[in-house]
Every structure is written in C-alpha cells, then in structure tokens.
C-alpha cells in the first residue's frame, strides 16, 4: 500500500479525536518517519507507543493527544492482527498473575531503582493515585489520601493491619505513626522491602517480601492501594478470598484500585510489554463478582479525576530530575516514561479509566457504614 494511502488511513484514526497530522494544534502528531503509519495500523497501540521511543513521532502535548483519542476507541478502527489476537489468546489461556509470575512485576517494574521513583514521587514515595480534594501539592495531596484511608477504616491505636502492596512503605509509616497501629507490608519488589525497611526503622511495622497467597494470619483491617491492577482477573476470587480468611469478623478491607469502564481479559499490549507485566485494571463487573458471597461493598469512592493532575505531577518531577537519571537510563527510556506518564494522564481525564476505594465488610456494619470524604 502507498505512503499517501497508508497516511489517509492514518487520518481517518485521529479525526474523530480532533487531531491532524502535522497540525498546528499542541494535541496533533507531527510525524517524523514515515515509517511511522505502516507500524501503527499493523501493530496498533504497541506500533503506536514503539514509535514514539524510537523518535518517529513526537505531540507537543501527549496527555492531550490521548484524552482526545481515547475515547473514541481507535483500536476499533484498526483490524486486529494476529500479534494482538494471540496477546488475548495467550490472557485467556494461561494464568498471567499466577504464584509462579508474583515477583516479575517487582523486578521489571518496582526494582529498576529507587533513584527513579525518588525523583519523580512525593517525599513519602507513594505510587498511587493522590487525593486532591482540599491540596495544592503532590505532598500535601498524597498525605490526605493516607489519612482518607485510615479515616475510612477507623483504624484506633493498637490495630493490627495489613498492606496488601505496600511499595516503599509510606501508609505503613504514617499509619503507625499518626494512628498508632501495627502494620505489616507485604510486596513483590525487594528495592521495596530494602527502603521499607529503613524507613519504617524503630516503628511497629514489618515489611516482607511476600506473594498475597502465602498470607495466613488474623488483622483487624486490611488495606490494599495500587497492587489489585497486578493480580488478573483469574485470580480476583482467590485474592479475596485470602483477605477473607485474614481479615477479622468485625473488620474492614480497603480496595484501592484503578478500575475500566469495560471487562477485559489482557492489558493494552504496549504497556504490558514495557510498563506494567502480567497486569490487568479490573471492572466494576469483575470485582462485583469477586467479592459475591464474601463481603458487603460498604462505600464506593471514585475519584480518578485526580489522578490526572497525580500524573502529571509525577511527569514534572520526572523531567525536571532528568539530569540527575540518564546516566542510569537513556534517552529511548526517557521517550518511554514519558509515554507512560502523559498517555496514562491522558486517559484518566478522558474519564476512560477510573481510581475506586472500595470498603468492604464480611458481614454488613451494624447500622451501616458512615462513609468519609
């Protein structure tokens, strides 16, 4: 097929976002390869974020770009070939998120060095979506969602609690500082479970290295932020299941997990190659049915309106601190990350994907559960 064809085609994709090839709009795509239109219309969405770290296309703004082409679906418009079939295929067959696959995510994800996350994230090193509701920091924002959560569950000195993927320790800290609590961290990531350690030195805090599965004994609330994205749908029900069995009678489990609008079996192929392995964002469908027969849905929070402004925070950092990292990462790293973290900014102010706190009770709050904001 001819440049001026495959170009044409390429054009139908973005219109119905607004966007124009070579325009003058921040949000158009100005292509620099013209390899660029082959790639994308035969590889779709892996074709699309390849080529960008490659440099055969650049957006003035991307986190515009993807808020605009998001919604209107454009892989869609693109047949699907037989990379992508045998991607869904392989989701459908086999266990991404088995015990055997735990600890991938914290090696290819959470362990390429904490330098990184340092100099993108807040001072407490939270790596989920920031409550903004009353801040006008990325400090002062993740700080309220760590109080929002203990709010939520009520937590009163001497609970034990567990954190279900607890990073770099930061809820593990400010729980047993400000609430004086014991907590126990368990994560996939052994960068994690090195500054964990440190940081929550002298408090009453654990934190191990730790698949969720191995996970026996009784809390008083368990609390889960940013992890159920890595578990896969096939293992939804197991997952509760174990929070069951450790969370006590008159406990509370918070899920804090980004949700999509729609069911899916796999990840969007590119950043489950280059971000976030063996990863899945659930619905409202799948969840509901996980949790069928175990818990009451006490309170449901949506607020991932704010993750947007969370992301771009982190995008910020991340460039401003640039100096500081390419002598660890290259410049094809950088076009990576910056992908990551304009594209994902994009989509939740699209609205296309969500952040849910969902609070759970095995057997209904007696006279119901007060719901915090």
Known sequence: MGADKLRSLMQEVLSPA?????????????????????????????????????????????????????????????KKNWKLLLHILNAVLFNRGCKSRAFRIGERHYDIGNELYKNMLDKRMVYSCAYWKDAESLDAAQEAKLDLICRKLDLQPGDKILDIGCGWGGFAKYAAEKYKVEVVGITVSKEQVEHGKELCK??????????????SEKFNHIVSVGMFEHVCYKNYRTYMETVKQCLKDNGLFLLHTIGD???QVTTDPWFGKYIF???????????????????????????????????????????????????????????????????????????????????????GVPGGYHSIR
């Not at 002298?202 to 996970?215: A, F, K, M, S, T």
């Not at 950092?317 to 076009?335: I, Q």
């Open 261 to 263: 609008i729609r069911s």
């Open 277 to 363: 392995p063996n990863s899945l964002i659930p619905s409202m469908k799948q969840i509901s049915a996980s949790i069928e027969g175990l818990f009451v849905m006490e309170d449901l929070h949506n607020f991932g309106a704010d993750y947007d402004a969370t992301l771009i925070a982190w995008f910020k950092n991340f460039d401003k601190n640039w100096d500081k990292l390419k002598e660890r990462y290259d410049e094809r790293f950088y076009r990576m990350w910056k992908y990551y973290l304009l594209s994902s900014a994009g989509a939740f102010r699209s609205r296309c994907v969500q952040v849910w706190q969902i609070v759970l009770s095995k057997k």
């Open 18 to 78: 607004g966007c124009t090839i070579n325009g003058d709009q921040p949000w158009d795509i100005r292509i620099k390869d013209e390899r660029f239109y082959q790639r994308v219309l035969s590889d779709g969405s892996l074709g699309l974020g390849e080529s960008y770290m490659d440099g055969w296309w650049e957006c003035e703004n991307l986190d515009d770009f993807f808020c605009r082409l998001l919604p209107t679906q454009p892989e869609n418009k693109i």
């Open 202 to 215: 002298g408090l009453p805090v654990e934190i191990r290295l730790q698949d969720y599965r191995d996970i």
